[in-house]
């Protein structure tokens, strides 16, 4: 089934909708109060009076300019939700307006949900109970997985790392529930705890009497954390050498010998025929050294609490209440969103495509696109002189790297092919006998059953992993290919009322980010087809590897306010492409004539964030970027452009000495 994990290579803009903004750093004086100088802290003294004026919503666990863009472009789109439910009109069956109207009409009719209950989905969880052995257990995963439900087995259709012409049949680990960096680490107990203690009150929902959800809770966390130890860390899933495993059908069947998975895969309508890949072999182990009919009660418990889970959201409040509850807890926010906001935010989700089309249509600035191509142009054209300018590189490797820009795909806006998926998609109206939670099952019934016929049509490169609505961006080394939807095109990032200067340090640095993953610590693995393929010599590729270490060295010299350092390791890629835009964007502004106050103001704006404790705890377990202060200061204080911009000396808390400072792609050094 189509896991959106998405592909496990992707690199995206997306996780900066999780970035950490701490309010220190290594390179801030320590016991400083008010706003700071340029020269002490730049992200700290262009953001005060913003981050003064700007307070954590109580719904949400952040503040940042992602979310400002995203409640915007949600505003948007709920107004046209409440012009069709209060425009009395009826519309065609399966069209985009009858589709998005009935369906918040069952999601928003709060009385019929819990008049139906678990109506939908009933007959799933009885099957689970009724298992009486680890066959009809299996049964009842088949049973899940036609609607598009998963727990024990995941796997994904992926373009092959290998021959991105052709997809592979990609399997995960199982579900971890809250995941391993929480039950890996000590500081994060006490969300451990609560999430145990959710397991329990989800079952007792179900029917469960309280001592045994209890001990069943219990059983289902311990599984779960066993299997998660051996589960690859997040900065790992970027790395073919960690997640790429080819498996032969008969290894694969080998791998979940406890289980009858050729049954299993015939049911998904897959064989001997399909390439596998195994991204997390360890973690398989160890879950099929558990699948035994002795431990058939956890893994039933398992299994219900992760369907319970996952449909909650479109279930009886209470189970709805009960899921919002957890989540407000992992990320520190105090109020639960009002009822017309919920039920927006899962139709917009379940009809993603649909909204995407009408945003697209109604706000999407055209003029805008093609300012945007032109400056994608203009900073392919400056990374073409930066990879000239390396001496470490041979000519024939920089001619493949320059071949890899030159062939580079640029998507904005929404695709030039809409996804046919909404002719799959049909709702029944609350007139028609529909109601919330039965229309969600048909609605993931059908969006498994897509997948499973656009994976046998092979590869599309026309496919968007992201909507227009999005503010978001995300580089595909499969594809080869820079991805900026329409959402993002807006201010801070970019505006046509801003300077040149200011959009080159906002969607700028952002198309010279996605652009430098492609020579990032993996994108630079692979070629301009999207084939994993080193293109290097051993003596570039060790010059490459000294260069990452002394990144990931210069970023471990930072701390946040608690005293913990930066992970150099975990957000090297991010690193790098944060550096290696900032050159690009800085030598585009130098040539254009515009003020590099305008280019680093920005960059250091559209960074702004403020987040909880317990959000920032997730992140630094988490996030493969570095903290926001430290990924707008830790860049400027190695752009030696910065220093004459604002007079930077030594001795000054945002100075490095030229030696330390660091980047792969260093521009030539004018005379």
Not at 358 to 384: C, P, R, S
Not at 390 to 404: F, G, N, R, V, Y
Request: hydrophobic share 40%; with cysteine; net charge negative.
């Amino acid at each position: 089934m189509k896991n959106n994990k998405a592909i496990p290579k992707l690199a995206l803009l997306m996780v900066l909708l999780m970035l950490v903004s701490l309010t220190g750093c290594a390179n801030s004086p320590a016991g400083k109060t008010g706003k700071p100088s340029v020269s002490e802290d730049f992200y700290g003294a262009i953001n005060a009076e913003l981050l003064a004026e700007k307070t954590i919503p109580a719904t949400a666990g952040a503040w940042d300019y992602f979310y400002e863009l995203n409640e915007k472009t949600s505003g948007q789109l709920q107004g046209i939700v409440s012009e069709l439910a209060d425009s009395g009109k009826s519309y065609p069956q399966g069209s985009s307006e009858q589709k998005i109207n009935d369906l918040y009409a069952c999601a928003i009719d709060l009385d019929a949900r819990n008049a139906q209950g678990l109506t939908a989905i009933t007959p799933y969880l009885e099957q689970i109970d009724a298992a009486q052995n680890l066959d009809q257990y299996l049964e009842a995963l088949m049973a899940l997985s036609a609607i598009g439900e998963s727990s024990l087995i995941r796997y994904g259709y992926y373009q092959d790392d290998m021959n991105s012409d052709t997809l592979m049949v990609g399997f995960e680990s199982m579900d971890a529930l809250i995941g391993k960096e929480y039950m890996e680490d000590p500081s994060m107990q006490e969300y451990c705890d609560a999430y145990k203690g959710y397991i329990a009150k989800m079952l007792v929902l179900s029917g469960e009497d309280q001592a045994a959800a209890e001990k069943n809770a219990a059983a289902v966390y311990d599984f779960t954390s066993t299997v998660a130890a051996q589960a690859l860390a997040p900065d790992e899933f970027y790395d073919p050498e960690h997640y790429y495993n080819v498996y032969s059908y008969e290894q694969l069947l080998a791998l979940y010998g406890n289980l009858n998975m050729a049954k299993y895969l015939a049911a998904q309508g897959l064989g001997s025929g399909d390439h596998y890949v195994v991204f997390e072999v360890d973690a398989i182990k160890q879950l099929n050294a558990l699948l035994t009919e002795e431990n058939l009660p956890v893994l039933k418990a398992y299994t219900k609490f992760v369907v319970l889970n996952d449909l909650a959201d479109y279930a009886p409040v209470a189970y709805r209440d009960l899921k919002l509850e957890m989540a407000m807890k992992l990320e520190g926010s105090t109020e639960q969103k009002t009822a017309e906001r919920l039920a927006f935010d899962e139709v917009e989700s379940l009809l993603e495509w649909e909204f995407g089309k009408i945003y697209a249509e109604k706000y999407f600035n055209e003029a805008a696109k093609q300012d945007v191509k032109t400056m994608v142009a203009t900073i392919i054209a400056e990374y073409q002189t930066i990879i000239n300018d390396q001496d470490w590189m041979s000519p024939e490797t920089k001619a493949k790297a320059i071949l890899k820009l030159d062939t580079m795909a640029i998507k904005i806006g929404y695709p030039d092919q809409w996804p046919t998926i909404g002719d799959r998609l049909m709702v029944q109206s609350p007139q028609d006998g529909g109601t919330y939670l039965a229309n969600v099952v048909a609605l993931k019934t059908a969006t498994r059953q897509y997948d499973d016929d656009e994976y046998k049509k092979g590869v599309n490169r026309e496919q968007w992993y992201m909507t227009p609505q999005e503010v978001n961006a995300y580089y595909n080394p499969a594809n080869n290919e820079i991805v900026f939807p329409a959402a993002i095109l807006q201010a801070p990032f970019f505006d046509e009322a801003q300077s040149n200067g200011q959009n080159l340090g906002g969607i700028g640095a952002v198309i010279a980010h996605e652009i430098s993953h492609a020579f990032d610590k993996n994108g630079s693995l692979y070629d301009e087809k999207g084939n994993y393929q080193v293109w290097w010599t051993d003596a570039e590729y060790q010059k490459y590897d000294q260069l990452s270490q002394k990144i990931i060295d210069y970023y471990g010299n930072y701390t946040i306010s608690t005293g913990e350092a930066v992970n150099g390791t975990l957000t090297l890629s991010e690193n790098i492409a944060d550096l290696g835009a900032l050159q690009t964007v800085t030598a585009v502004a130098e040539k254009q004539g515009e003020d590099l106050a305008d280019v680093y103001r920005n960059w250091a704006t559209i960074w702004a964030k403020l987040a909880t404790p317990d959000l920032e705890k997730n992140y630094l377990l988490t996030d493969v970027h570095a903290p926001s202060p430290v990924r707008v200061n830790a860049v400027l204080s190695s752009i030696a452009a910065f220093y004459d911009s604002y007079g930077i000396k030594a001795g000054d808390p945002m100075y490095v000495a030229p030696d330390d400072r660091v980047a792969i792609w260093q521009p030539k050094a004018t005379p």
